[in-house]
């Protein structure tokens, strides 16, 4: 249960980063309840080149995620996002100890089931020379072969988070590098106006509209 809710808590990082990571170049060009919004002229990829990585010109955001890549953590203090340094070798150190943990059982259970099986079963499980100590508490080489699928299981599964959470951390940052270039003003306010909301019918239906300006 908790390796299920852990799993959940991850996969919830990712629609919610990649929600955030939406064009900033639109702009509305009309007002009122018709009011439509246009892309325009994006700047050229070329002319976002501005920083440099081992000798290449490389935009911004994609210098942060090469950073995050080589090294986790690096992309966020690229970004000086430090506040998210704790979250990221946090989380992987916890996956990292739990891939450990059961990476470590489940090498004792096959060693601990090759021992007794070399032994013929002539020797106790609870005797068998160089068996780890939790082996020896098993009872039976069947309470073994079930230690090992146990452990293979719970190992690949903290494989997949560790996998998930460095991918995590890499899109974080090239989403927050993206979003650096995100300018808006300092002014916005919430409306509440009357509104004319459309119906099935031919009159409009009184209402209110709630809107966000940007000013």
Do not use: C
Request: net charge positive; hydrophobic share 45%.
């Amino acid at each position: 249960m908790a390796s299920s809710r852990f799993s959940a808590a991850l996969l919830l990082l990712v629609p919610a980063l990649l929600a955030a990571n939406r064009p900033l170049y639109a702009q509305t060009v009309t007002a009122g309840p018709d009011s439509s919004a246009v892309a325009a002229n994006p700047v050229a990829d070329s002319l976002r080149r501005t920083e440099k990585l081992f000798g290449w010109r490389v935009t911004r955001p994609k210098k942060a995620a090469l950073l995050a890549l080589v090294l986790p953590g690096a992309g966020q203090i690229y970004n000086r996002q430090y506040w998210k340094l704790p979250l990221v070798y946090g989380g992987l150190g916890a996956t990292g100890y739990g891939l450990y943990h059961y990476q470590s059982r489940y090498k004792e259970y096959i060693k601990g089931r090759d021992l007794y099986l070399a032994a013929n079963g002539r020797t106790p499980i609870n005797q068998l020379p160089g068996a780890g100590d939790q082996v020896k508490k098993e009872t039976s080489v069947d309470n073994i072969q079930r230690g090992i699928v146990f452990y293979r299981r719970n190992r690949d599964t903290f494989i997949a988070y560790n996998a998930l959470l460095y991918g995590v951390t890499i899109l974080d940052a090239l989403v927050a590098a993206h979003l650096r270039d995100f300018d808006i003003s300092d002014d916005l306010s919430l409306r509440l106006e009357p509104a004319l909301l459309p119906t099935a019918t031919t009159a409009p239906t009184a209402g209110l509209a709630l809107s966000l300006h940007l000013k």
